[in-house]
């Protein structure tokens, strides 16, 4: 803030040190220092934190390994991060501070908080696993790609009376496996296919900058299909999303685009659904697939 002329007050709210960086927050500050010295976490060799970020928190992440014997508690050391980030915040903003102690036990029941909901996840998807039967009939099943290949189903959610649109894409293997999935609300469209066009855009083009071949595009408009493989004429509304897709189409080289029922492209429908009640029009791309996800996922590899 004080880069952008926002504030004048460019040291440390705690101990007045001249220049405020992350590092010195996190580690540097004597408060950040007592909590570390206070925490199960070892302090490095010399004992003491050195002047680069990156240095330190490679260190705090990675003391299970350096001291395996130790009767440490790995597991607390984001969640000091979290705290220590916390009350600079609570100091700058709205005048409270908390001490070492309390900073400590805070983190420690954030610990326990995320070990306990990560466990209630995995308890509820083995629940979901054994009083879900398996679909053995179900028509049009997702089905997987072929071998080097890989498939990304897109959505868009649209609805009269809200003000956003949702858009949706999961990219898969041959496996099953999920890549890539993206999520996102976005200004509401002025169509409903204006937002199957804008989720499968967007999944072209990211991608594409990820640099993968072989995609097979799955979307369960029909008319969307026709007119980016050019069996339909393209309306003009659509022209300038169409000719984006097609040109994310063409770094990619290898692809096909194809329509299918919307019972195999359900996880690609959950998506938009979930991002169109998302407050935040940052889009989220998951490497892991999200809990209210994960059912449909596994239903649609128990298909095949």
């Known amino acids: 803030m004080a880069r952008k ?6 040291g440390c709210y705690k101990c007045r040190y001249d220049t405020e960086t992350i590092n010195h927050v996190l580690f540097q500050c004597p408060l950040a ?20 970020l990156y240095s330190n928190i490679y260190h705090v992440l990675n003391v299970q390994k350096e001291y395996p014997i130790e009767d440490i508690q790995a ?12 009350n600079r915040n609570e100091l700058v903003f709205n005048g409270k501070e908390y001490e070492a102690e309390c900073i400590i036990r805070k983190a420690r029941e954030d610990a326990e908080e995320w070990k306990g909901r990560k466990v209630a996840e995995e308890t509820a998807v ?3 696993e054994v009083q879900q039967p398996t679909i053995t009939n179900q028509a049009n099943p997702w089905r997987p790609p072929p071998s080097n290949w890989v498939k990304c189903n897109s959505d868009g959610a649209w609805h009269n009376e ?13 496996t099953g496996e999920v890549l890539w999935a993206g999520a996102r609300a976005v200004t509401k469209t002025g169509s409903a296919i204006l937002a199957e066009a ?21 979307t369960d408009s029909l008319q969307l299909a026709k007119m980016i493989n050019g069996t339909e004429e393209v309306w003009p509304i659509l022209h300038p999303t169409i000719e984006l897709i097609r040109h994310h189409l063409l770094q990619i080289g290898t692809f096909e685009v194809r329509f299918y029922p919307r019972v195999g492209n359900k996880a690609a429908d959950i998506i938009p659904k979930e991002s169109i009640t998302f407050v935040s029009s940052i889009p989220m791309l998951y490497s892991v697939v999200p809990m ?8 649609d590899k128990s298909v095949y």
């Open 5 to 10: 002329h926002i504030s004048k007050e460019a």
């Open 198 to 218: 804008e989720a499968l855009k967007w999944g072209a083009e990211t991608l594409a900058n990820f640099g993968y071949k072989n995609i097979i595009f799955e």
């Open 33 to 52: 220092r007592l909590v570390w010295a206070l925490s199960p976490i070892p302090t490095p060799p010399d004992g003491v934190m050195v002047q680069s």
């Open 162 to 174: 809200r003000d956003t649109s949702g858009l949706g894409w999961i990219c898969r293997n041959e």
């Open 126 to 128: 083995k629940r979901l």
């Open 75 to 86: 597991e607390i050391a984001p969640w000091l991060m979290w705290r220590l980030w916390k």
């Open 292 to 299: 209210w996800l994960k059912y449909q996922v596994w239903s």
